[in-house]
């Protein structure tokens, strides 16, 4: 019953961002079209000032505009059918892996510390990336397709066959070593979040309130980790563009600090925190709810 129930919060809060996960996206690719303005600097020497063209990136409503007016309202469901198809499998695998690695770690460090909390988060992310990794490049490939109104689209199954045809199975985990590295942002998480339920539980009984406290601890932690840690996303959706220049992780990296500043790796955080701050408190309040109303009922 709790993973069903975990599993249908996810399919709805799927369906119900998934616009917000493709603006993101959309933001983070390279292929976006950066506006040039034009900034005035001041010379070294004779205090003139020098007129340098510079790009500014197109807002959050800008790219909402350009993908209604020019693709249609659809496409902002794009690679929905791979996030829905992932939705069940990759919750399960997660808490599954949690739930195994938590009872390994609290027999080898102090039980419910910190240290076991990050721990099993971290497993539980590896795993699930490391198996969940085809279906999220396949998504992150449709939502990166541009097609006017009209022009036919590739839906899932087309696109892992193109993906497979023109690189292999190696295709499929390109972006990887950024989901790897994404795994702090979990750790992150979970670290806070536990710390905070661990000092909630001193302090009031379970009940309504004390589910409403969770999923605003849920929220302030994923919102904090999101933060920390979103950069390694820029670099994911970079590493899974079509035929681009960026290879590795690193290399991506630095590309981007060099050809577009710093505050690149900061694009499409405001979507991001949109759809997942509200997402991870309902799921993880949920889980919460499930374990204490089983709890009870044995």
């Known amino acids: 019953m709790m993973g069903l129930c975990l599993i ?35 010379g070294t020497l004779s205090g003139t000032g020098v007129i340098r063209p510079g790009p500014v990136t197109p807002g959050l409503l ?6 209604l007016e020019k693709e249609g309202p659809r496409s902002l469901f794009r690679g929905l059918g791979p996030n829905l198809v992932g939705v069940a499998p990759s919750r399960a695998i997660y808490f599954a892996a949690y739930s195994k690695s938590k009872e390994m770690f609290n027999g080898l460090f102090v039980p419910n510390s910190g240290v076991v ?50 690189e292999g199975i190696r295709g499929f985990y390109r972006g990887l070593t950024a989901s790897y590295a994404g795994i702090s942002e979990t750790m992150i998480c979970f670290l806070i979040y536990e710390t905070l339920k661990k ?33 390694h996303e820029v670099i994911r959706t970079r590493l899974r563009e079509e035929g681009s220049k960026y290879k590795y992780f690193f290399q991506t990296g630095r590309l981007i600090a060099v050809e577009e500043g710093y505050a690149a790796f900061y694009r499409g955080l405001i979507p991001q925190l949109i759809r997942q701050i509200p997402n991870t408190a309902i799921v993880l309040s949920t889980y919460e709810l499930l374990v204490h109303l089983l709890g009870d009922s044995k």
């Open 199 to 231: 000092n909630l539980a001193k302090n009031q009984e379970k009940g309504a309130s004390d589910f409403l406290s969770l999923m605003m601890a849920a929220a302030f932690s994923k919102g904090c980790a999101s933060c920390i840690a979103y950069p």
């Open 62 to 67: 800008q790219v909402l505009r350009s993908i």
């Open 117 to 166: 909390h990050m721990s099993s988060a971290g497993v539980a992310a590896f795993v699930t990336n490391s198996l969940m990794n085809p279906v999220w490049m396949v998504k992150t490939r449709m939502q990166l397709e541009k097609k006017a109104r009209g022009e036919k689209k590739m839906n899932a199954l087309q696109c892992a066959r193109y993906v497979y045809k023109t």
């Open 8 to 42: 249908c919060f996810g399919t709805v809060g799927a369906i119900m961002t998934c616009p917000l996960e493709v603006l993101k996206t959309r933001l983070q690719s390279s292929g976006l079209t950066l506006r040039p303005v034009f900034q005035v600097q001041l």
